[in-house]
């Protein structure tokens, strides 16, 4: 595809029972003009998908977002991972194992190379370690428990963590190890920060050790990947390329899967859902998420960046974040906005995390307009303000409906919201740090351990700077809860670390440190000729992507 795909106008969805509207087949017809190169392609065994976002780098440190981790995971491999059914099993190391309270052993994979060819060793997971921790990465908190990394021999490092840490293993299955050689060689030892809009050869180029390479990268347009003949595992995939298209409007992703230009699409809207089934030779492919969505709002700063209310900080006040909770109706929410694939939560974790809780998964207060204008009113503002918002567009399912409708709903409430709708990589790069430029915003989270520490670590700890609450954009502060997360941290009797991980949770709800909308429903679509695996954490691998 060798032109940008343009962006079509909003359109009306597809109701169930329809065949496809004008508006899809005008959609179709775009899409197939518009992906004409697609056909001398797919000569190979090509497969071919898209999504309404693009990776933004090809750096695997450069953001701990997971449609960014999930792609370049594809070319480049930590130490550990996890399989079909996400438990963890060996990559780049073999064999781990504690050889003291506060040192992991991990025995590295003999006669792996490089992409291009350079062996890979001991230096580059201390180099890696160097440069994921350092300037620029957005990754630090993936590892904000590990203190050193020490190299014993070629073949061997210690991990050496801030005191016990026994769920280390998981910590480390995002953390994907680069060349010592190859950054060094092209002046990417350090990362190009994505919030300063910072490049570096790594940005648009990659050397992991992974199944795939990367051949070819437009951004925001299309990324092609190669199979690497050399890759020390035994392959499970058929595939020899796989061309990835970024096409953010819905109908247009639909309308080229529907006629046959797309092999498989990553999301599906929920209102094009049953079209979809009812197409011959197409099947969705749906599961639960672990992600859970939540609006965050800055409770840090003495005056908001974006509000009428000058002088002080309305969002301190519990009272208001409390009219705020009653004010938002998650059932309508997921009743019209999710077409109900979505599960209301009172946690910010969900079902299958460790450290969930049933018995606190209830809605901490009731939706109720009118005991939140008397809150309002109890706090000083009986008129309500105006308060900005932040939204991504094209990062979770319907995002940009679940912001107008909580606009919507605070709107009655007398809060003016204004919505600040952007890509994913605009709105990362403003509601995240250093700045932390947002005073209302909503976002998802899968926690990578699938424990309730990593939730609690980096989206509720006081901010450091150092790796611990790096995600924490409202900037929430609670000693009491900070000290539960440290002992969370080292606690190896595992009934004492849940008890305090419930302990903690509930302190997060009871203080509104955020407002926990749902868990969504995973939707993709594909041909009937694709085999592939979809993973409860959003991941798409394509060493699982078979074609007949």
Request: with cysteine.
């Amino acid at each position: 595809m060798n032109r940008r795909l343009r962006q079509g106008p909003r359109r009306e969805p597809l109701r169930a029972g329809q065949h496809m509207t004008r508006k899809i087949v005008r959609a179709a017809a775009m899409a197939l003009l518009l992906m004409a190169g697609l056909s001398g392609a797919a000569a190979a065994k090509t497969f071919r998908w898209a999504n309404d976002g693009d990776a933004n780098s090809m750096d695997p440190y450069a953001r701990q977002e997971t449609f960014l981790l999930s792609f370049d995971s594809n070319m480049y491999e930590p130490l550990v991972r996890r399989d079909r059914n996400l438990k963890v099993e060996p990559a780049l190391a073999t064999a781990w194992q504690q050889t003291a309270p506060e040192v992991w052993r991990f025995t590295l994979r003999r006669g792996v190379r490089f992409h291009d060819g350079t062996p890979f060793g001991a230096d580059d997971v201390v180099f890696s370690f160097a440069r994921v921790t350092g300037p620029g990465s957005n990754l630090s908190g993936a590892l904000a428990l590990v203190k050193e990394v020490r190299k014993v021999d070629d073949a061997t490092v210690d991990i050496v963590t801030k005191g016990p840490d026994p769920i280390l293993p998981q910590e480390l299955t995002v953390w994907d190890i680069m060349s010592k050689a190859w950054c060094e060689k092209h002046n990417a030892a350090r990362v190009a920060d994505l919030t300063k809009s910072e490049e570096n050869y790594a940005t648009n180029h990659a050397n992991g050790t992974g199944p795939f390479m990367l051949k070819e990268r437009q951004p925001d347009v299309q990324t092609t990947l190669a199979r690497n003949p050399a890759w020390w595992d035994k392959p499970e995939f058929n595939i020899d390329e796989a061309a990835f298209y970024r096409i953010a409007d819905a109908h247009t992703r639909v309308a080229a899967l529907l006629s046959g230009d797309l092999d498989m699409i990553y999301t599906v809207p929920p209102q094009d859902i049953d079209a979809i089934a009812r197409t011959p030779h197409l099947r969705v492919v749906s599961g639960p998420e672990l992600r859970t969505i939540y609006l965050g709002f800055d409770v840090d700063r003495p005056e908001l960046l974006e509000s009428n209310v000058k002088g002080k900080n309305p969002m301190k006040d519990i009272r208001v974040r409390q009219a705020f909770y009653q004010a938002i109706d998650e059932n309508a929410i997921k009743t019209k906005v999710m077409r109900g694939y979505a599960t209301p939560t009172g946690l910010m974790v969900g079902k299958g995390i460790n450290g969930f809780d049933e018995a606190l998964n209830q809605r901490l207060l009731p939706y109720d307009p009118a005991a939140a204008r008397k809150l309002l009113a109890q706090a000083g503002y009986p008129e309500g303000f105006e308060i900005g918002m932040d939204c991504p567009n094209d990062r979770y399912i319907n995002d940009e409906e679940i912001c107008t409708a909580v606009a919507a709903m605070l709107a009655r409430i007398g809060v003016k919201v204004r919505p600040l709708i952007q890509t994913r990589a605009k709105y990362f790069a403003k509601i995240l740090g250093p700045d932390y430029n947002t005073s209302f915003f909503l976002l998802g989270w899968t926690p990578a351990t699938y424990d309730a520490h990593n939730m609690l670590l980096n989206l509720l700890a006081t901010r450091t700077g150092t790796g611990r609450g790096d995600y924490n954009s409202g900037g929430y502060s609670n000693p009491k809860l900070d000290a539960l997360i440290d002992r969370i941290q080292s606690e190896t009797d595992a009934a004492k670390r849940t008890a305090e991980m419930h302990q903690a949770l509930a302190i997060a709800k009871d203080d509104i440190a955020t407002i926990p909308l749902h868990q969504q429903v995973l939707f993709w679509a594909t041909r009937d000729t694709v085999e592939l695996v979809q993973q409860a954490d959003n991941y798409f691998a394509l060493r699982f992507v078979t074609m007949k």
